[in-house]
């Protein structure tokens, strides 16, 4: 009866607990104000909400690792938490659960430009990744209307599609290593750069897409691919969602990998963007 989830038997916060998280992050990286915590206790869109009484942001993969050693041995649950806009509930505690937020992990490591390989920490924002890398002639290859927000880490741990997707595929074929901190404090070392590695079991695919549930993501080496040398957009209407395939078929065998995009709105949608953006149609 009911429906919802039960609260499992894990651990309320104490005060030594607060005391053990501000000694190993250091007191500024500890939230308890109410304030603080509403909006990232509040999912994206507002669905849901937990209660978590502290969030906790790590500088460092060491901090992470004690974090999450101490709550695992006290049977403290946690929810990995980076740009917190997720729209299926997965960075929000369902709970009370200690909210362990990503943001302060935010350094560019390294860029090969030979390669195209940036090393980051997982609270990289993407649209600053995009930046950082554009200025170099290379570019993120993902892009998503949340890109000002969301984090890369967030990203990887949604195994997030967006609009560069056609073009430049999943983040299973773009993310080259991953360094990442289990449950009880383990850090994975997967964090490699090598974009042809067959050696034995590939660990950072079960991270990538597990939404937190299997570890914190720490560090990350993605793929980039170079900026293009132009862009072309072009907007067409049509009758049909037939009409849709065909030209979709067309564009595939003429353009064949330059295709970056494709976008589809049919009536309904375009009318309401009309109205909620106050723009004019820009077709007959
Ligand atoms: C306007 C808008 C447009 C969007 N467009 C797209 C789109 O085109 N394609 C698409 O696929 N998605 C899209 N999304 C949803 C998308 O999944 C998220 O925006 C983004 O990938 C999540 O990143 P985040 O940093 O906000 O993660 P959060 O929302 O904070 O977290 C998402 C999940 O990842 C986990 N997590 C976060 N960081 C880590 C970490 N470092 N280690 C382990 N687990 C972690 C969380 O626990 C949670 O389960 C969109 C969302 C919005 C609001």
Known sequence: AGGG???GEFKEITEKDILVFKNTVGVKNVIEDEAQLQPINTD???HYKGHSKVAICPENTQQVAKILRYCNDEKIAVVPQGGNTGLVGGSTPVFDEVIINMKKMNKIES???LLGVIVCEAGCILQNLDEFLREKGFLMPLDLGAKG???IGGNVSTNAGGIRY???????GNILGLEAVLPDGTVLDSLTSLRKDNTGYDIKQLM???EGTLG???KLAILAPRLPSVVNVVMLAVKSFQDVLEILGAARE???DILSAVEFLDLVSMKMSLSYLDVVYPLQ
């Open 5 to 7: 989830p039960t609260r």
């Open 44 to 46: 994206w869109l507002s």
């Open 111 to 113: 860029f090969d430009p």
């Open 149 to 151: 927000s969301c984090q």
């Open 166 to 172: 056609v073009r430049y595929g999943s983040l299973r």
């Open 208 to 210: 990538i897409g597990s």
């Open 216 to 218: 914190i993501t720490t």
């Open 254 to 256: 003429q353009l064949v």
